[in-house]
Every structure is written in C-alpha cells, then in structure tokens.
C-alpha cells in the first residue's frame, strides 16, 4: 500500500513504480506457485499413505488368493531385499510395512515365513 501512495505523492516516478510493481507481480506470481507445489506434493504424499494404509489393510487376504505374480509384486511393493534359503522366504520389510511383518506370517499362504 505504501509504493501507491509514494506515487500519488509524486515521490517516485513512473518508470520506477512501474519497475517495483512489475517485480511484486512476479515475487507474488513465484510464491503462488511454490504454495500450488507444496499442496501437490502433501498431497501426493497423503494419497501414497493412504494406499498404503489401504492395502496393509488388505494384505493377509491378498497374499492368501494371490498367484505368483501378484505375491511378487506385494513382496516389491513390501520389502527392501529378500534371501530365499530352500524353500524359506527371508525379508527385510520396508516401513511402514515392518509393523505389520507378524500379520504375514499364515499357514494358508504355504507355511513359509514372508
């Protein structure tokens, strides 16, 4: 509010108040877009936790009906790195994942430890 009023003042010249509202345009315009990258990216960020909180739901029931490929893609989308000792699936979980490890382990998915 003050930059008007020094013009209609007359203590600053045109030129100069066109120049520092130019620039408080394009300042207001960096902002706005960095405010809309922010609220992307939380929003991104929540529709990711809430997946993941869905499917941790889920899980047990999916391991259970799934085929092969489908096992694979959990044990990607769950697990950092795996070891496979004969017939023994070991695993290292990812977060949020690891708090739910214990739920894994089921008699109708093989008897094998995931």
Same mark, same amino acid.
């Given at each position: 509010m003050q930059l008007p009023?020094?013009?209609l003042l007359e203590e600053i010249d045109s030129n100069t108040y066109a120049a520092k509202a130019q620039e408080l345009r394009d300042e207001e =315009?960096? $902002?706005?877009?960095q405010i809309e990258r922010y609220i992307r990216e939380r929003t991104e960020i929540i529709d990711v936790a809430v997946k993941a909180f869905e499917l941790s739901q889920r899980l047990r029931d999916k391991w259970v009906?799934?085929?092969y490929a489908a096992k694979r893609r959990?044990?990607?989308? =769950?697990? $950092?790195?795996?070891?496979?000792?004969?017939?023994?699936?070991?695993?290292?979980?990812k977060k949020p994942f690891d708090l739910l490890a214990k739920g894994l382990i089921s008699k109708e998915s093989?008897?094998?430890?995931?």
């Open positions: 009023n020094l013009r =315009t960096g $902002l706005r877009l009906t799934a085929d959990i044990l990607e989308i =769950t697990c $950092l790195n795996g070891k496979l000792d004969d017939a023994t699936l070991y695993v290292t979980i093989g008897g094998g430890r995931i």
